[in-house]
């Protein structure tokens, strides 16, 4: 049997999870889930954050989907008038699957594609948008105020492709559950030729919509916080003194 995890329950959710979070970033674990799985919603589906989307995407522009994989946002965006929408996966059985299922949906197209190499001309995108694709490629890191330099660079190669194939004022739009003081210190940087705008949907659960737009500056705070992590990449190691670790166990005592 086929599995839908849209509104599914924990226990179910339970059963796509791989046994360690480092196979989110193996295409065979995507290509094994792609083929019971029929569709998984990251961060909350087109509902939740389409006016957000209205504001900054027109439904006449030329749109990527970036790491598309079963999601039924292009779909839901297609639907809600959002005319060329091209679609692109690592994952070879995503991309034979959602092309089959919207094969009658002509201005929908599925490509097998490497985010860090992006098979297209530069600037003919007005819009670059991923929801949860870039969140995949950094499951293994431990601290999100220092990315390993693995992940960094992996991350630097994909942005900058972004960045290559938007036209001037094209938008990139990136849907995450990483908060501004996180997600900022991988965007912000002058060699990608973009200004960074963020905003928030949910109630209980804040997630967080990003449009970096192309063509415009960092803001001065942007452009300080860039400043500051190219110094402290500089700066030689210090060290450092820990205090012992406390005997109680204070996480299992807050209410989450």
Not at 192 to 204: A, L, R
Request: net charge negative.
């Amino acid at each position: 049997m086929k599995k839908t995890h849209v509104g599914r329950t924990p226990t179910d959710l339970m059963e796509c999870l791989p046994d360690s979070n480092a196979r989110y970033k193996d295409v065979d674990y995507w290509n094994e889930r792609y083929r019971t799985e029929d569709s998984f919603e990251w961060f909350g589906d087109f509902t939740k954050f389409d006016h957000l989307l209205k504001q900054h995407v027109g439904t006449e522009e030329n749109i990527l989907m970036l790491g598309c994989g079963n999601s039924a946002l292009s779909y839901d965006m297609y639907q809600a008038g959002y005319t060329t929408i091209t679609n692109v996966d690592y994952s070879s059985v995503c991309v034979e699957r959602m092309a089959e299922r919207h094969k009658d949906c002509t201005q929908l197209s599925w490509l097998c594609m490497d985010a860090r190499r992006l098979a297209f001309p530069d600037g003919v995108f007005d819009v670059v948008l991923e929801k949860g694709t870039l969140d995949a490629m950094l499951v293994e890191e431990s601290d999100p105020w220092k990315v390993s330099e693995n992940a960094a660079q992996l991350l630097h190669q994909v942005l900058l492709e972004v960045s290559r194939v938007l036209k001037p004022s094209g938008r990139f739009i990136s849907v995450t559950f990483a908060q501004p003081h996180f997600r900022k210190r991988l965007y912000a940087r002058a060699e990608y030729d973009w200004s960074i705008k963020h905003y928030h949907y949910g109630s209980s659960f804040h997630y967080f919509l990003y449009v970096l737009t192309k063509g415009e500056e960092l803001s001065s705070e942007d452009a300080a916080l860039e400043r500051r992590l190219l110094e402290e990449a500089e700066a030689p190691p210090t060290n450092m003194r820990f205090q012992e670790a406390d005997s109680e166990d204070f996480l299992n005592n807050i209410g989450l």
